[in-house]
């Protein structure tokens, strides 16, 4: 057996299990007619990614999934890859050129490509080094990259496919573009900000019908945050129940600085309540706006460059930065006497996730794929009940999006990703849409460029269930693990990537990617607030896995997580997970020792080579052996369940309250009774000391082994160290069986010893209370007597004296009440009268002295909890788990100061005696 050290120290080995883990091979999954498959492709973290909280929480899910789909007998495949990441890549690239005064522009597109290339060689693997970190279980033999050569031709098959069909087509509509990146991006990337500015009204003069005039005396004032898109206004529009401006609708209004003639329209779209209640129409600059100008027939003006400067629409203001012609444009309307007020105005701006620069909505020719007919499919799958949520509330928001659905821009005026696949012809200018690079156009000519543009990212991930198994080939692996059993990813990519990866996979497999989706809660501070590096509320799982170890941070993410419910992250449940996993070392610790130390008694042979012990037989096993098996096997089967439920937290707390109360607290303690007691052939230990001990070690061991299995998937280092130190049958616990019982007992459930030694339990903890909250030394060992309520309880104690007696440190107990009371504390528990005598055992004064200092801070305690949740303003601004807090510290201290005033009110009447 391998040695187990004196401290829990995970630094000094969970990297070279990792090793080992990976040079045994484990992680592979073969394709098995004898196993049933159980697969799942990781969500892939983007080339440039490094591991936040976040992917810590996400993969450590899919971990304990895929450990336990592992033990559990399936062919569990877990297929790993990363993201391309289209222009956050570029980006990254772009600034490291920038360090050194080069743009991407200067060195031309395949240079800069090289040079991307050259970058992801060199750090794109540091996301899979964190992965592995993290303890991930991954078939990393099945690696995959979006951009590898595979997945390209896959991406080029998909394209061409959708665009033979109809479903993809190229056109002038709205998108998000960024100034600064000069390409359209998704709505997943851009992050809206609360920002204050201000609200601009503006007069727009009426034409007078007669002279054809912009009139001097009729306006009608609209509101606008945007005042530079004025100059690309079609038309002022309000709302056709509006009475304030029916009479207006029909006629024309001069727009101001442009001397321009537009329509006054009416449109149910308008908002009344907001501002004037007239609103400019901008087209090509407000997605609202776009639609609102189809319905109408409007021209559509584009004022500005790409850069974000004007153009040649905004006249006098060309050439100007958009917020410069901002100002410009205020300072003439004012000289104008157009401006009518300027009110602060909170709006939310949109902004570029990857460089910060606000978007610009605007009208651009680029490619879309028609949507409406590859959602119907996919809405019905959910309905349809083949594709379930997980929690269930997350299908509304599914629902709403997908029957709500809009076509999808998929252009991106990019250098690094997948290059669109058309090419043009110099000489006739047809356009050729091919998967590969044709030599010559119909018409002869060989002068071909291919489209300039890259694909949206997403249109690369969306194929990912499938195209990580090798599609469009018809490979084993996809006849084998596809569809996937569940993916497990965040609410936030709902739209952007779970229905995007169904809508693809019901069109192209004819099939459904995912039979689950697990939405995995977001990871939160303490106090409920988003993470952010502006709040200093981050936290790093690199930085908890080098401190404390990474059993420690996955135990502590998958303890916290419940469906539905944003995980809440502090250091206090860190620390609790650390004072767990020390529990299991000394446990272990003491279990391996005992083991050794009985080693004739489990023949040294089989220890010696790791194989499994010769069971005791069922008659030998005393009640509390019935009782702790009894236990392992309810334990099994909630942790099984709540695994299959997700109920991930619930799961994590079954398998701590078990070891620490049942194993820890009572059965550990039973065992160094029975084994290291000298009256171990006394009061019902049994005549045979020898077979006594060897039953208690078998069970210590028989069931530390069959719970390091059940908290594999959750600990999978800490319990492989520990499995490799005691007899153990396999190679790894990771594929071993999770929930075997040993078929040499015929032992199963047994309420019968659970509720027999309840009563025992129930006596040595109201004895523990007792001494605990009169602060009696350990050491000192106290007289009890019981009178139990029943026959049969007192059979039961009386069987296990031994036990009451070492665990509740008495020096001598009778199973009666005593003849002469005075000097006794008296309790009751489920009807079993308990008299301690503690006359001898406490000094009155001291007692009295230290209870009444202990119940004066109490009290000031209470007055200052009283006060706070009393004060309106800390329960108005309070976030709501920091008031729970305090009204719990309340309620704790008064039920302490109960507790108190009892004990002196006993204490002083001892001192009466």
């Known amino acids: 057996?391998?040695?187990?050290?004196?401290?829990?120290?995970?630094?000094?080995?969970?990297?070279?299990?990792?090793?080992?883990?990976?040079?045994?091979?484990?992680?592979?999954?073969?394709?098995?007619?004898?196993k049933k498959p159980f697969s799942i492709v990781i969500p892939p973290p983007n080339v440039t990614g490094y591991l936040h909280i976040g992917h810590a929480l996400n993969n450590t899910l899919q971990d304990i999934l895929i450990r336990y789909a592992?033990?559990?007998?399936?062919?569990?495949?877990?297929i790993p890859g990363t993201d391309h990441a289209g222009i956050a890549t570029q980006n990254v690239v772009e600034k490291e050129l920038n360090k050194n005064g080069i743009t991407r522009f200067e060195l031309g597109r395949e240079k800069f490509i090289e040079k991307v290339w050259e970058w992801k060689e060199q750090y794109g693997s540091r996301i899979i080094s964190q992965l592995k970190s993290l303890g991930c279980s991954c078939d990393w033999e099945r690696l995959r990259f979006t951009f590898d050569d595979e997945y390209v031709k896959a991406v080029n098959h998909e394209f061409v496919t959708l665009y033979n069909s109809g479903l993809i087509y190229r056109g002038n509509y709205m998108v998000n573009w960024c100034p600064r990146c000069l390409t359209a991006i998704s709505d997943i990337e851009v992050e809206h900000k609360e920002k204050k500015g201000n609200l601009w009204d503006i007069k727009y003069p009426l034409i007078d019908e007669k002279t054809n005039k912009a009139s001097k005396d009729e306006f009608i004032t609209v509101s606008t945050t945007r005042p530079e898109t004025m100059l690309g206004d079609a038309a002022v529009a309000v709302n056709p129940a509006d009475s304030r401006y029916s009479k207006f609708v029909g006629r024309m209004v001069m727009l101001p600085l442009m001397d321009r003639a537009i329509p006054v329209?009416?449109?149910?779209?308008?908002?009344?309540?907001?501002?004037?209640?007239?609103?400019?129409?901008?087209?090509?600059?407000?997605?609202?706006?776009?639609?609102?100008?189809s319905r109408h027939n409007l021209e559509k003006i584009d004022v500005m460059t790409d850069k974000g400067t004007m153009n040649d629409n905004a006249g006098a203001y060309k050439g100007l930065d958009r917020y410069k012609a901002r100002a410009e444009i205020i300072k003439d309307l004012k000289e104008l006497g157009l401006l009518a007020n300027i009110r602060e105005h909170v709006s939310s701006l949109g902004t570029c996730s990857r460089c910060d620069t606000v978007i610009e909505p605007r009208v651009s020719n680029q490619w879309f794929v028609s949507m409406k007919k590859l959602a119907e499919p996919a809405v019905k799958a959910v309905k349809d009940g083949k594709i379930k949520f997980i929690p269930k509330k997350w299908e509304k928001l599914y629902f709403n999006w997908m029957e709500n659905i809009r076509d999808w821009c998929i252009s991106r005026q990019l250098w690094w990703g997948h290059r669109i696949p058309v090419w043009y012809c110099n000489d006739c200018s047809r356009m050729i849409v091919s998967e590969t690079a044709p030599l010559k156009c119909g018409c002869g000519s060989s002068s071909l460029r291919q489209d300039s543009d890259v694909l949206d990212t997403w249109f690369s991930s969306c194929l990912w269930p499938f195209a990580s198994m090798g599609?469009?080939?018809?490979?084993?692996?996809?006849?084998?693990?596809f569809p996937t059993s569940v993916l497990v990813t965040a609410h936030d990519i709902i739209?952007?990537?779970?229905?995007?990866?169904?809508?693809?996979?019901?069109?192209?497999?004819k099939e459904i990617p995912f039979k689950e989706v697990f939405i995995n809660p977001l990871v939160n501070d303490i106090y409920g607030q988003k993470m952010s590096k502006s709040k200093g509320n981050v936290i790093d799982p690199l930085s908890i896995i080098d401190k404390s170890g990474t059993d420690i941070l996955r135990f502590t993410l998958a303890s916290l997580t419940t469906p539905g419910k944003n995980l809440l992250l502090g250091n206090e449940k860190i620390e609790g997970s650390r004072n767990f996993a020390n529990k299991i070392w000394n446990a272990s610790k003491f279990a391996v020792s005992a083991i050794k130390a009985n080693q004739k008694m489990i023949e040294l042979k089989t220890i010696a080579e790791n194989t499994k012990p010769a069971p005791p037989a069922d008659k030998d096993l005393g009640l509390w052996d019935r009782w702790i098996i009894s236990r392992l096997?309810?334990?099994s089967k909630s942790v099984q369940r709540y695994i299959e439920r997700y109920s991930i937290s619930l799961a994590c707390r079954t398998l701590v309250n078990f070891f620490w109360n049942d194993f820890c607290d009572w059965y550990i303690e039973s065992v160094k009774v029975r084994i290291y007691s000298k009256e171990n052939e006394q009061n019902g230990m049994g005549p045979d000391a020898e077979k006594e001990k060897y039953t208690a070690v078998f069970?210590?061991?028989?069931?530390?082994?069959k719970y390091l299995r059940l908290l594999h998937p959750f600990m999978p280092f800490m319990t492989e160290k520990i499995w490799q130190c005691i007899p153990h049958e396999g190679e790894s616990i990771m594929v071993a069986e999770f929930a075997e019982t040993d078929k040499n007992f015929s032992i199963s459930i047994d309420n019968e010893a659970e509720k027999r030694l309840s009563s025992i339990f129930d006596i040595i903890s109201e004895i523990r209370k007792t001494r605990s909250e009169l602060k009696i030394s350990p050491s000192v060992k106290v007289k009890v007597y019981i009178a139990a309520k029943d026959n049969d309880t007192e059979?039961?104690?009386?069987?296990?004296?031994?036990?009451i007696k070492e665990l509740a440190k008495i020096s001598s107990l009778v199973t009666a009440a005593p003849d002469d009371k005075e000097g006794y504390l008296k309790s009751v528990r489920d009807g079993n009268q308990i008299y301690i005598y503690l006359r001898d055992v406490i000094d009155t004064g001291s007692e009295i002295k230290r209870i009444s200092s202990d119940i004066l801070k109490i009290n000031a305690d209470i007055e200052k909890y009283t006060r706070k949740i009393s004060n309106p303003q800390f329960m108005e601004k309070a976030p709501p788990e920091i008031i729970k807090k305090e009204k719990s510290k309340l309620a704790r201290s008064v039920n302490e100061l109960k507790v108190l005033q009892e004990q002196l009110d006993f204490i002083k009447s001892i001192g009466k005696l």
């Open 471 to 481: 599609w469009p080939k018809e490979t084993a692996e996809l006849k084998y693990f």
């Open 70 to 78: 592992r033990m559990k007998g399936y062919s569990a495949c877990w």
């Open 699 to 705: 069970i210590l061991w028989y069931v530390l082994e």
């Open 633 to 635: 096997i309810k334990t």
């Open 1 to 34: 057996m391998e040695k187990l050290e004196n401290k829990y120290t995970p630094s000094e080995f969970e990297s070279d299990i990792y090793k080992w883990w990976l040079e045994k091979d484990l992680f592979h999954a073969d394709i098995s007619d004898s």
């Open 795 to 803: 059979e039961i104690i009386k069987d296990n004296l031994q036990y």
């Open 495 to 509: 739209f952007f990537w779970v229905a995007r990866m169904i809508m693809m996979s019901l069109y192209f497999m």
């Open 265 to 293: 329209i009416a449109d149910n779209y308008v908002d009344m309540k907001f501002g004037t209640g007239a609103l400019k129409i901008t087209p090509s600059h407000d997605p609202n706006d776009f639609e609102l100008a």
